[in-house]
């Protein structure tokens, strides 16, 4: 059995430990940049969006009906000779399969992979019962004899190496193995598992599929050990749950077109198998197969009705959203999750495994995007993610202390206001006339002093508004400015760029007073009503009729203005058209010079400093802007030097490099690797966040690369 | 998409994936393929379970041929066989082209055992019988599924996994080989579907 940690305390201890496996850090790595390109490649000419989209479509419409596809399956296969059960619960799944060996007097069976075997500790309960199980899907092979759960939903023995594998197959022959000949290993579970599927009188397989129209199986192996699951033994059970229903063979292969691409790349598995009936066995009853199918409900029929979280039913179980998480890239999948691992598995955990297994992980989440970016139907997955956090906040009734005062703060904007303000002057005996603290205050541990913090501006730009800002005769646009917390009280010569270069393009730049902060670390720490409540002052601030433009210099807050504000408000009467008209005004700096200014190249200094440049993870995935910032670096006349990865994560995350500063220390060397392997002198992005945990890395590491907001480094690139 | 570029981009697929893939004018080409494919693998059974009701004109060719070319050849109950098979020869009943998979329509117990239990597979796919993708294929493919039972087979090169360390490594259950016959003319009998 696994064991997860039920709080946040022994949670950190077992990253701090999983940090220290080098083994799984490199492999993890190499994986991670693998998959990334493969995927690309297996896509190619394909319209990847649009077939996510119609997955997406495909299943919604199908969530709402699972109990009559269901029902149409079972009277498909029925009539094709098959037993078809029902178990509500694991243990009633398990007490099914165990009866149906019993009474075909079965002692050995073999089993392929299933992760819906696995959310029910199916072989526990086999073992229990008396039944001798072998795992023949190699992966699972090696893990069942290490006695551990699957790493990764496609790949479960991805943590091990094969030093690790060599020694256990030497135990299993009782011969020295090499753990160089990877192949030679591969040959002894081709040897050990052939006698296992002839001596076994049971096979147990899972599905990816179960075709409602025809009563069919599909299963997609690339060993092609589900075949001999299927065909060796006399009797053949299979387990899935009841999202795995499809209405037609159409949407089937509709998956299978997505499904080895997104999950290893690969155009197709090697074996996909559909399955309709029992079929010919000859040491069968009768000479035919006899064959059962247990579908799983676990919670799922009721999931299925959920307003919010039926949407987690989409998931085809590809695994994607852990092969692009920058967190199971450092720490793995049984540090990420309890059966179901990544992000979809911080979301399942607390439907099929309980909020003591969810309750410590699914903080864990830097909201990113990476996973939504790739999920292969399109599951919003940092939001059920933070909506499982808020249920579990709800469910224990008692909130940590953080959440209290922030909702106490944060709906108060004077007050919020007035607080930062007092804590700047606070700082100053922690502060050594530079703009960096030098020694943390108290509340913060040794694990925090993987980067340097800013001090808070001595004066906020709200405070000094009215003098900076010109007003201007005959201006071309009106434009507000939603400046979000950093830009206010801890980068206000962000802003001060922008009010000179938006001077100089004759463009009116305003502040409107009564905004505050977006409301994203509220929603983060699964505070959505502090979110809501936010969100309607914004809303009422920022007076649409006199703005062409709301112009946000941090990607953060931009993303959720247009993305979550028109969920948080919806319902809310006035607020929803209000919402819909700042949404298409919504606009980050870089698009705004590019598509809206059409700036040009005469218009700046030649011959810049050589850039790197780090994306915002809610400007290129977030906004979807990922053209214009490059494209504006080098119209503004800066060497842009492409770097690895300039799209992964910096590990700022808000809060989250608060509660995980190990992980996020990680992250961020990686990001600061890659930016001095370019040789570039300066780095720049979109997000004062990012700005943050970059130049607070690079103090660290004494670096001589400077790092600029995007605005900074085009106004010092213009031509004055 | 014309024939010969079907054909091209079947070719392309299948050897993407590691499909041997060669073009025959008849049966008999092919099977004196799959004897000397045999032969040069170590091998010295074949199978080829349901050619007779396929192609029963072309038994007595591949009896004479594994006769003279020192071969054992099975046509049935495979399972009294297991772990002597070295190459299955089947006959594809559809291919798609767009992933280079071979589907195998595999109702019959020993169809299945020769082509997961043999070291290589041999299967002819008549050039008549590619569909550029799996959603072309769907209408046929729908009409097999609604005749049950079924065991409906894609199968796109040979077995392997990647469990230890991502090293991709070939054959850990099933043939170890893959050989796609491409037969450019059609056969009198037609394919079950």
């Known amino acids: ?336 999750g309890h059966v179901y691992m990544g992000a979809i598995g911080l979301i399942l955990t607390y439907f099929y495994h309980g909020r003591e297994n969810a309750r410590a992980m699914v903080k864990n989440c830097l909201n990113c995007q990476a996973c939504k970016s790739v999920c292969a ?89 009215n003098q900076v800002n010109p007003s201007l005769e005959n201006p071309r646009l009106r434009v507000a400015l939603f400046g979000g917390c950093l830009v206010d009280f801890v980068y206000p010569e962000q802003a001060l760029a922008l009010v000179k270069l938006f001077a100089a393009h004759d463009v009116q730049l305003e502040y409107p007073m009564e905004q505050t902060c977006c409301g994203l670390p509220a929603e983060m720490m699964g505070e959505k009503e502090t979110a809501r409540q936010v969100a309607l002052q914004n809303l009422h601030s920022l007076d649409m009729s006199r703005f062409d433009h709301i112009l946000t210099l941090c990607a953060s807050c931009g993303s959720h203005l247009k993305e979550s504000y028109p969920r948080l408000l919806e319902g809310e009467g006035d607020a929803e058209p209000m919402v819909r008209g700042m949404v298409e005004k919504v606009t980050d700096f870089s698009s705004f010079m590019i598509n809206v200014l059409q700036v040009s190249p005469r218009q700046f200094q030649e011959g810049g400093a050589k850039t790197a440049y780090h994306s915002p993870c809610h400007l290129c995935r977030g906004l979807n802007v990922t053209g214009e910032p490059r494209e504006l670096l080098t119209l503004a006349g800066l060497e842009y030097t492409p770097s690895r990865d300039e799209d992964v994560c910096c590990g700022f995350g808000g809060s989250f490099s608060v509660d995980f500063p190990m992980l996020s220390a990680e992250i961020l060397r990686e990001k600061l690797d890659h930016t001095e392997d370019t040789g570039a002198d300066v780095l720049v992005t979109d997000c004062p966040g990012c700005v943050l945990q970059l130049r607070g890395g690079l103090d660290k590491r004494n670096s001589s690369i400077r790092v600029k907001h995007m605005v900074e480094i085009i106004a010092e690139q213009k031509k004055w | 998409m014309g024939q010969a570029t079907l054909v091209q981009k079947m070719k392309e697929k299948a050897e993407a994936v590691q499909t041997r893939v060669a073009l025959v004018r008849s049966m008999e080409e092919a099977l004196t393929a799959a004897v000397e494919i045999t032969l040069k693998g170590g091998g010295h059974v074949l199978a080829a379970p349901g050619l007779g009701e396929r192609h029963e004109e072309a038994v007595p060719f591949l009896n004479e041929l594994c006769r003279s070319r020192g071969v054992d050849l099975l046509m049935e109950n495979l399972r009294g066989h297991m772990g002597r098979i070295h190459t299955a020869f089947t006959v594809g009943d559809y291919a798609i082209a767009e992933t280079g998979t071979l589907v195998q329509i595999s109702h019959d117990e020993d169809l299945r055992m020769a082509t997961m239990l043999s070291e290589t597979h041999v299967a002819v796919i008549p050039v008549s019988r590619i569909r550029p993708h799996a959603l072309a294929f769907e209408p046929e493919m729908l009409r097999i599924l609604q005749r049950p039972p079924s065991y409906l087979a894609f199968i796109s090169g040979a077995s392997r996994t990647a469990d230890i360390e991502r090293v991709l490594t070939i054959g850990v259950h099933g043939p170890s080989e893959l050989h796609m016959l491409i037969l450019e003319e059609e056969p009198h009998e037609e394919a079950p579907s």
């Open chain 1, 1 to 336: 059995m696994i064991s997860t940690p039920p709080d946040l305390k022994s949670y950190k201890t077992q990253l701090r430990r999983a940090l220290q496996n080098e083994f799984l850090a490199t492999t993890l790595r190499t994986f991670a940049s693998a998959y990334r390109l493969s995927r690309a490649n297996a896509f190619e000419g394909l319209d990847a969006t649009h077939l996510v989209e119609e997955i997406a479509r495909g299943k919604d419409a199908a969530i709402p009906y699972l109990q009559e596809l269901f029902e149409q399956f079972r009277s498909r296969a029925e009539a094709a000779g098959v037993k078809v059960h029902v178990a509500r619960t694991p243990r009633e799944a398990n007490e099914i399969i165990a009866s149906i060996a019993r009474s075909n007097d079965v002692r050995k069976i073999v089993k392929s992979k299933s992760m819906t075997a696995e959310e029910t500790f199916l072989n526990d309960h086999l073992e229990k019962e008396g039944f001798q199980v072998t795992e023949t899907d190699l992966g699972e092979w090696i893990i069942q004899l290490r006695g551990e759960g699957p790493s990764h939903m496609v790949m479960p023995a991805i943590h091990l190496s094969r030093k690790e594998v060599a020694e256990l197959f030497t135990g299993v022959t009782g011969e020295v193995q090499d753990p160089d000949d990877i192949a030679g290993m591969v040959q002894v579970a081709r040897k050990e598992l052939r006698q296992a599927y002839v001596e076994a009188h049971m096979g147990i397989s899972g599905a990816n599929f179960a075709v409602a129209e025809t009563g069919t199986l599909g299963l997609i192996t690339n060993e092609g050990n589900a075949r001999l699951v299927t065909t060796l033994p006399p009797v053949h059970v299979a387990m899935l749950g009841f999202e795995k229903l499809v209405p037609d063979l159409r949407s089937a292969l509709r998956i299978l077109q997505m499904l080895p691409r997104n999950a290893t790349g690969q155009a197709i598995s090697t074996y996909v198998t559909w399955i309709t009936g029992a079929n010919q066995c000859a040491t069968g009853p009768d000479g035919r197969k006899a064959m059962h199918v247990v579908f799983l409900d676990n919670g799922r029929l009721t999931l299925a009705r959920d307003p919010v979280f039926a949407e987690a039913l989409r998931c085809i179980r590809c695994g994607a959203c852990a092969n692009v998480c920058p967190i199971y890239k450092l720490v793995g999948g049984h540090n990420y």
């Open chain 1, 377 to 465: 139907s399109g599951i919003d997955l940092p939001r059920l993610i933070r909506e499982v956090h808020r249920k579990i906040l709800k469910e224990e009734g008692t909130k940590p202390v953080k959440n209290v005062i922030l909702n106490l703060v944060l709906r108060n904007r004077r007050l919020f206001h007035f607080l930062l303000r007092r804590a700047s002057l606070a700082q100053s005996p922690v502060a050594s006339g530079e703009r960096v603290m030098r020694h943390l205050p108290f509340f913060f541990d040794r694990e925090h002093e993987f980067r340097s913090l800013p001090l808070l501006a001595g004066t906020p730009l709200r405070d000094r508004w």
